[in-house]
């Protein structure tokens, strides 16, 4: 064989590409996953979520070992002891009995409405903004005349009406009284997205009104919503528990603010009981931190202006191998230079 025939042979054919494997569909467990590493890009919502946890947890868990809250006993007015963890109130209650009922019936409350002032607000203020014409104006009338009026005076007048009632009163009063801010940053939210071009694309191929704000505009605003969630239970537990002190609530409901009520009442400040309004007190100072860091948090996730870089181990292991910039030896270049 000559080399000109050895030059013209066709290359061997190569081997087909072997198919890799299709990455497995995410399941609960990678979704689990995927919220944790979220979680810990951040350390203010990692401790807001671990303090909320505890909350949750006291909660749930709490009043199952609990018998009555209320039942009476001789011990009067202990101080902590290994009998009564939080010591007892004037009548021989134990604080940490009602503490551990009072968590779950103030944490019901707080998410209660502030659901329900996020959805009144949700369908006011984004229903307003993408209708327009006259519904817009209708809906933002309403949301003006509930901004105008002072929140705590009409809270204390619509409780005083209904003469403390159920939780269900208590928690339809404070929605209604707390949506209306909400609901006038969502519509100038939604007036902005509107004029969008993938809203316009939407509407130009004919799409539903409701699928338009389901999947084009609400979940843009999901970060202003959750924001505004999480404003809502802090503003539901403490108007809750300024009612309860102010005695516009039903006793027989225990609360953080009812214990606060009672203790007040007992004197528990000027006859130095300090364990009586302290646990309670403490409770509704921690959970709105825990609340606030939460939304400190996800606004450093969401927003990477306000993310901060931490290097991890491996990255700072591997700085401490590199060279000085300043000289190899790690002395100033002035000195290098010195020395040539």
Not at 41 to 53: E, H
Not at 224 to 242: E, H, K, P
Not at 274 to 284: E, K, Y
Not at 300 to 313: A, H, I
Request: charged share 15%; hydrophobic share 50%; glycine share 10%.
């Amino acid at each position: 064989m000559t080399t000109a025939d050895t030059t013209s042979a066709p290359p061997p054919a190569a081997a087909p590409p072997t198919p890799t494997p299709a990455a497995p569909s995410g399941g609960p467990a990678a979704r689990l996953g995927a919220v944790w590493r979220t979680v810990r890009r951040s350390r203010r919502l990692s401790i807001g979520c671990a303090l909320i946890g505890v909350f949750i947890l006291v909660a749930i868990v709490g009043p199952t070992f609990v018998t009555d809250a209320n039942n009476f006993s001789l011990d009067l007015s202990l101080p902590p002891s290994a009998s009564h963890w939080l010591g007892t109130t004037q009548t021989g209650q134990d604080v940490f009995d009602q503490l551990l009922v009072s968590t779950r019936t103030s944490l019901l409350i707080g998410a209660a409405a502030a659901l329900l002032a996020t959805v009144i607000s949700i369908v006011i203020g984004i229903g307003g903004g993408f209708l327009g014409g006259w519904s817009d104006e209708l809906l933002s009338l309403i949301s003006n005349v509930f901004l105008v009026i002072p929140g705590l005076p009409l809270v204390i007048v619509i409780s005083s009406y209904t003469k403390g009632g159920s939780l269900s009163a208590t928690i339809g009063v404070i929605a209604i009284t707390s949506w209306a801010a909400s609901a006038r940053v969502l519509r100038a939210q939604t007036l902005s997205l509107r004029t969008r071009d993938y809203v316009l694309a939407a509407r130009l191929y004919g799409e539903k009104r409701w699928r338009i704000v389901l999947v084009e505009i609400l979940p843009n605003e999901a970060a202003i919503i959750v924001s505004q969630f999480i404003f809502a239970v802090i503003f539901a537990i403490l108007t809750q528990a300024g009612l309860a002190f102010l005695g516009l609530q039903n006793p027989s409901d225990l609360t953080w603010g009812n214990m606060l009520y009672f203790a007040q009442n007992a004197e528990a400040l000027s006859s130095g009981a300090w364990w009586w309004f302290v646990p309670p007190g403490l409770c509704i100072a921690v959970f709105g931190a825990a609340m606030s860091l939460i939304s400190f948090g996800l606004d450093e996730v969401l927003d990477p202006k306000l993310r901060v870089y931490r290097p991890g181990r491996k990255s700072r292991a591997g700085r401490k191998g590199q060279p000085d910039r300043k000289g190899q030896a790690g002395q100033p270049a002035q000195a290098q230079e010195a020395t040539r």
